[in-house]
């Protein structure tokens, strides 16, 4: 069973057709924003005569209606090859529950979804226009479940900002962020037009192997290079420690930009995602 997240945006949206968010447009809703002259809404219909005994001006006063509207929502996500990662559930398998459950609630809410892949370039092969249909979500978590990434960067996505709806919209920009930082500043000033909640995508296995000590084989994923090293107490402090300072680089980015991450270490809770919402 598909599990609904409740999700909103942060102000009012600008949309052209009717939904579920506030809005300061459209003048046939039910949600009082003020009052205008009837000049200025010339709507005789919803002449307010209270207000207008009230007026210090003596002029005709009348309710002003705003109609709650649509907002586009997308998700924009790292496929490189760090993204492959398997420990207690694999990467992109977690990103497939994530699409289903969004998709489906963009879709119970009257908001359309899209979903842009990004390796080095843009994947076509893993790209959905803005799209009403019910399901829309279902094939691209389908397709993420067969996907092997191979990219050996994720420079794409800068480029995924072409793909969006011109329309002020909810971004879900979900990545391991195992990427340079001046790379990842530059795809959040790209994606300054929009709303953008980044989803960090960790799993507690990835960050070190639990023997205290031992030669270890590892894999660098993005680049493919591969060494072994001799695992010990030194080399497991040195490389929490180089954890935390990537972990700290990237906080400080998003709070430079007032984001909040929501953070994601092994499997995708909806009702977790409604909480970032709500905090």
Do not use: N
């Not at 998709?103 to 009257?110: F, L, V």
């Not at 790209?127 to 993420?144: D, F, K, N």
């Amino acid at each position: 069973m598909i599990e609904e997240i409740h999700y909103r945006v942060g102000g009012p949206v600008r949309g052209h057709f009717p939904g579920h968010h506030r809005s300061t447009r459209g003048d046939s809703g039910f949600e009082f924003r003020g009052h205008a002259s009837l000049l200025d809404a010339p709507d005789p219909r919803r002449l307010d005569l209270h207000a207008s005994l009230r007026d210090p001006f003596g002029g005709w006063r009348v309710r002003v209606h705003a109609q709650r509207m649509a907002v586009p929502v997308a998700m924009v996500v790292d496929l490189s090859a760090s993204m492959g990662f398997e420990g207690t559930r694999r990467k992109l398998d977690v990103v497939a529950d994530f699409v289903d459950s969004l998709a489906w609630s963009a879709w119970r809410t009257g908001d359309s979804f899209g979903f842009v892949g990004c390796e080095a370039v843009v994947c076509d092969a893993m790209l959905q226009p803005q799209t009403r249909s019910r399901g829309a979500g279902g094939i691209v978590a389908r397709a993420l479940r067969l996907y092997t990434p191979t990219g050996r960067s994720a420079h794409g996505l800068l480029d995924a900002v072409q793909h969006l709806s011109r329309q002020r919209s909810l971004v879900f920009l979900v990545s391991d962020f195992h990427l340079p930082p001046a790379l990842v500043e530059q795809v959040l000033d790209s994606l300054a037009a929009h709303e953008v909640v980044p989803v960090v995508l960790w799993d507690p296995l990835e960050f070190g192997p639990a023997a205290r000590r031992g030669l270890l084989p590892v894999v660098d994923p993005e680049t493919g290079h591969r060494r072994l090293v001799w695992w010990r107490p030194a080399l497991r402090a040195r490389w929490q420690a180089a954890r935390a300072a990537h972990r700290e680089r990237l906080l400080q980015a998003l709070r430079s930009r007032r984001l909040s991450p929501l953070v994601i270490e092994g499997g995708f809770e909806a009702e977790a995602v409604t909480r970032h919402f709500l905090a």
